[in-house]
């Protein structure tokens, strides 16, 4: 199984990129983390909002792989406990399927975004900033793999 984070955004901050590399390098190859940059649209002082949001979803949708399952990362979606996260990923990976988890760019995700994915998940009730997003969910992740192959890692 792979995990594709397709996220908006290219040009992040390099503790970005080497908090997003530190965890992701830990993940094995059964459930290896993959990032897809989307381009974001550029955004001004008369942006149309709700259309640089709609190509964003659409560059989103177009990059899902084939036979991926969908889970869209919002606010408003479920949480999950760390036991919970890593019960999920137990089944992600018994089932097989390649994974595609959608981050929205600074002002969220498109509605047909919403509508693609078989779930919405939420890292917590706080709005996270989108970069920080990629460093948060490769940390969980591996936090989730390593409770379910009793690693030390996590001590809960």
């Known amino acids: ?3 594709h984070l397709l996220a908006v955004g290219t040009r992040m901050p390099s503790w970005v990129k080497a908090g997003y590399e530190e965890y992701a ?3 094995p190859r059964e459930c290896a983390l993959n990032l897809v940059e989307i381009p974001p649209g550029k955004r001004g002082a008369n942006s149309d909002l709700a259309r640089l949001v709609r190509a964003e979803g659409e560059r989103l949708l177009a ?3 084939a036979g ?4 869209a990362l919002d606010e408003r979606g479920q949480e999950w406990s760390t036991v919970q996260l890593a019960e999920q990923l137990a089944g992600w990976l018994r089932e097989g399927h390649d994974l595609s988890l959608l981050v929205g760019g600074p002002d969220g995700l498109d509605p047909a975004c919403h509508a ?3 779930r919405l998940w939420a890292l917590s009730r706080l709005t996270l900033p989108h970069p920080l997003v990629r460093v948060v969910l490769a940390e969980q992740l591996y936090r989730a793999w390593s409770l379910l192959h009793h690693h030390p890692y996590h001590r809960a």
């Open 116 to 118: 693609r994915a078989g």
């Open 68 to 71: 991926s399952q969908v889970i």
């Open 25 to 27: 390098g830990r993940l």
């Open 63 to 65: 990059a899902i792989p």
């Open 1 to 3: 199984m792979k995990i």
